[in-house]
């Protein structure tokens, strides 16, 4: 348990080293791309430089992964996730992942959160994903949970610019793995059908008729235009209203609680209707082995657990948490800090930590 909070510490102390991207959306998708944000649907850790241009072939696969860890309640699509995917979660001809089947070295003499050691380390399905970066492991996890495929070859070409047709298909795909009962195959007809490829063709029905993708505003579906960051995100958030309430949870809440309620430092823990908070206190964190400096000496973590298995979790660093209490109706844990007397609150609706003196 103490390797899960040392995990959690460093990923949390990691995110929160990332400077804000310098970059604004275009009119009109100022709110798509904050939704995107309040939902965890976002395309960490790839480094974005604009919204307005094309997205990528791996860009695109960083991001279906985050948009599956968002509808299961993940912050992201870290190592937890992964372990927590692979292990509860079916693969696409409805089979458990077995780990033997990708690696022969037993999980159990050892490895830490097994299947994020087999993404960063061991498995290889595109020859031009190489390394244990985080991007390139995400893609490679994209792969094994069935979201994206690659080229003749054993290529993936995650460097390559997507066009509409081509996210017509990724996206109809993630429709059929998590939704299959929404999969609708009647033909739409578009003035420009003809131009749509015979493969790509059955994808743009299934979100046509999904309202994911539709045409632009002459009609037309312009098939092999680029497909832009801002309108990927715009496309994920009508995806995630379309599947929020779809998938079943990959695990029990009882499971996700339990690593958590066993771990050290928890000061406030509760079972709720709809998800289950725990509050730990840790002293004297463990270096983060991504940032020079060293996590500071008490740190105070609010997790929030998904019925459907994720988490997310919200930090602050140097106090001594007392006098909890749950407000329910407005979903908020007040406490103060013990010696300074000065009041907080942890918002869980919106995961914020709010100073009320």
Request: hydrophobic share 35%.
């Given at each position: 348990?103490?390797?899960?909070?040392?995990?959690?510490?460093?990923?949390?102390?990691?995110?929160?080293?990332?400077?804000?991207?310098?970059?604004?959306?275009?009119?009109?998708?100022?709110?798509?791309?904050?939704?995107?944000?309040?939902?965890?649907?976002?395309?960490?850790?790839?480094?974005?430089?604009?919204?307005?241009?094309?997205?990528?072939?791996?860009?695109?696969?960083?991001?279906?992964?985050?948009?599956?860890?968002?509808?299961?309640?993940?912050?992201?699509?870290?190592?937890?996730?992964?372990?927590?995917?692979?292990?509860?979660?079916?693969?696409?001809s409805g089979?458990?992942?077995?780990?033997?089947?990708?690696?022969?070295?037993p999980a159990?003499?050892?490895?830490?959160?097994?299947?994020?050691?087999?993404?960063?380390?061991?498995?290889?399905?595109?020859?031009?994903?190489p390394?244990?970066?985080?991007?390139?492991?995400?893609?490679?996890?994209?792969?094994?949970?069935?979201?994206?495929?690659?080229?003749?070859?054993?290529?993936?070409?995650?460097?390559?610019?997507?066009?509409?047709?081509?996210?017509?298909?990724?996206?109809?795909?993630?429709?059929?793995?998590?939704?299959?009962?929404?999969?609708?195959?009647?033909?739409?007809?578009?003035?420009?059908?003809a131009?749509?490829?015979?493969g790509?063709?059955?994808?743009?029905?299934?979100?046509?008729?999904?309202?994911?993708?539709?045409?632009?505003?002459?009609?037309?579906?312009?098939?092999?235009?680029?497909?832009?960051?801002e309108?990927?995100?715009?496309?994920?958030?009508?995806?995630?209203?379309?599947?929020?309430?779809?998938?079943?949870?990959?695990?029990?809440?009882?499971?996700?609680?339990?690593?958590?309620?066993?771990?050290?430092?928890?000061?406030?823990?509760?079972?709720?209707?709809?998800?289950?908070?725990?509050?730990?206190?840790?002293?004297?964190?463990?270096?983060?082995?991504?940032?020079?400096?060293?996590?500071?000496?008490?740190?105070?973590?609010?997790?929030?657990?998904?019925?459907?298995?994720?988490?997310?979790?919200?930090?602050?660093?140097?106090?001594?948490?007392?006098?909890?209490?749950?407000d329910?109706?407005?979903?908020?844990?007040?406490?103060t800090?013990?010696?300074?007397?000065?009041?907080?609150?942890?918002?869980?609706?919106?995961?914020?930590?709010?100073?009320?003196?």
């Amino acid at each position: 348990m103490k390797k899960i909070t040392a995990f959690i510490l460093c990923f949390l102390l990691f995110f929160s080293s990332i400077p804000v991207q310098a970059l604004e959306a275009s009119p009109g998708f100022t709110q798509v791309v904050e939704k995107a944000v309040d939902r965890c649907i976002n395309l960490y850790p790839c480094e974005i430089d604009s919204y307005q241009r094309p997205i990528t072939r791996g860009e695109f696969a960083v991001l279906s992964v985050n948009f599956v860890a968002a509808l299961y309640g993940f912050g992201s699509a870290g190592d937890d996730f992964f372990q927590t995917y692979f292990t509860y979660h079916n693969d696409a001809s409805g089979q458990p992942y077995k780990y033997e089947n990708y690696f022969k070295w037993p999980a159990q003499y050892g490895t830490y959160m097994p299947w994020a050691y087999l993404l960063r380390h061991e498995y290889r399905p595109f020859t031009d994903v190489p390394g244990t970066g985080a991007v390139n492991m995400t893609i490679r996890g994209a792969q094994l949970m069935g979201l994206v495929r690659g080229q003749r070859g054993g290529s993936y070409e995650p460097d390559r610019p997507i066009r509409r047709q081509e996210a017509a298909i990724m996206l109809g795909r993630i429709i059929y793995l998590y939704g299959p009962q929404l999969v609708n195959r009647q033909p739409v007809t578009y003035p420009d059908s003809a131009e749509i490829g015979e493969g790509p063709r059955p994808y743009v029905d299934i979100v046509s008729n999904a309202n994911i993708m539709r045409g632009k505003g002459d009609g037309k579906f312009h098939p092999t235009d680029y497909f832009t960051i801002e309108q990927s995100l715009a496309t994920f958030n009508r995806m995630y209203d379309l599947l929020e309430e779809q998938v079943p949870p990959l695990c029990d809440i009882e499971i996700s609680f339990k690593k958590y309620i066993e771990g050290d430092g928890v000061c406030y823990s509760e079972i709720l209707e709809n998800y289950a908070i725990i509050c730990r206190y840790l002293i004297d964190g463990p270096m983060n082995p991504s940032l020079e400096a060293s996590i500071p000496s008490s740190y105070l973590i609010f997790t929030k657990i998904s019925k459907k298995g994720g988490d997310r979790s919200k930090s602050m660093p140097g106090m001594t948490p007392a006098n909890f209490r749950w407000d329910a109706e407005n979903e908020r844990l007040y406490f103060t800090d013990q010696y300074e007397e000065r009041a907080y609150y942890f918002d869980a609706k919106d995961m914020k930590i709010v100073p009320l003196s």
